[in-house]
């Protein structure tokens, strides 16, 4: 508030005013309260002392504040753009029908049920060849048991017997390579 303040109006009083002759004395008097009053709640009155600086400054600091809250909006608003930007973002990455995680993990839940049904075929199918295999170990064990000791000599003779066919078929193979050379020299010494 400024320190201004405006001269009074001067007092009225009986020199002021000439007191009509109709009127009465009380009448005059409270007429003079009256004005007196008026005069006070002018000269204190903040609008008119000094009051308007005081609400023009306060409009001031309110159209900043306004300004200040305008930018912090805008501000505001670009951020969330970009988080805007961010979830496209991570929803794209989520539910991309190429490349998304949903997808691939809907993938994998799919490859996980057909490895788990190939394996399960794949453990069936090894029972069963378990239970073939079952009666011919026993029937090996006890053709063990029953053999003993001759078991080894007729597994010497198989060896035996697998060794002397490889070197027939070796010996053949020379046989028959000399033989093919022998031709392929007479052929050829015939030609010349």
Same mark, same amino acid.
């Given at each position: 508030? !400024?320190?201004?303040? @405006?001269?009074?109006?001067?007092?009225?009083?009986?020199? *002021?005013?000439?007191?009509?002759?109709?009127?009465? +004395?009380?009448?005059?008097?409270?007429?003079?309260?009256?004005?007196? *009053?008026?005069?006070? @709640?002018?000269?204190?009155?903040?609008?008119?002392?000094?009051?308007?600086?005081?609400?023009?400054?306060?409009? +001031?600091?309110?159209?900043?504040?306004?300004?200040?809250?305008?930018?912090?909006?805008?501000?505001?608003?670009?951020?969330?753009? !970009?988080?805007?930007?961010?979830?496209?973002?991570?929803?794209? *990455?989520?539910?991309?029908?190429?490349?998304?995680?949903?997808?691939?993990?809907?993938?994998?839940?799919?490859?996980?049920?057909?490895?788990?049904?190939?394996?399960?075929?794949?453990?069936?199918?090894?029972? @069963?060849?378990?239970?073939?295999? *079952?009666?011919?170990? @026993?029937?090996?064990?006890?053709?063990?048991?029953?053999?003993?000791?001759?078991?080894?000599?007729?597994?010497?003779?198989?060896? +035996?017997?697998?060794?002397?066919?490889?070197?027939?078929?070796?010996?053949? +193979?020379?046989?028959?390579?000399?033989?093919?050379?022998?031709?392929?020299?007479?052929?050829?010494?015939?030609?010349?």
């Amino acid at each position: 508030m !400024s320190d201004y303040k @405006k001269p009074p109006f001067p007092p009225i009083g009986k020199s *002021a005013i000439a007191p009509p002759r109709a009127l009465e +004395t009380g009448k005059l008097q409270s007429l003079e309260e009256m004005v007196r *009053a008026m005069n006070d @709640k002018i000269q204190r009155a903040e609008v008119l002392n000094g009051g308007f600086s005081e609400m023009k400054a306060q409009v +001031t600091d309110i159209r900043y504040a306004q300004i200040k809250m305008e930018a912090e909006v805008k501000s505001i608003r670009a951020g969330e753009a !970009s988080v805007k930007e961010s979830i496209e973002e991570i929803n794209d *990455a989520i539910y991309d029908p190429d490349n998304g995680i949903y997808r691939r993990i809907n993938e994998s839940i799919t490859y996980d049920k057909v490895r788990d049904e190939k394996l399960d075929k794949a453990v069936m199918k090894l029972a @069963k060849v378990e239970e073939i295999l *079952a009666p011919i170990e @026993k029937t090996e064990e006890d053709l063990k048991k029953i053999a003993g000791e001759d078991l080894k000599e007729l597994q010497s003779i198989v060896k +035996t017997r697998q060794i002397i066919d490889r070197m027939f078929w070796i010996m053949l +193979t020379g046989l028959v390579g000399g033989g093919a050379k022998i031709l392929w020299d007479l052929i050829a010494a015939v030609n010349n």
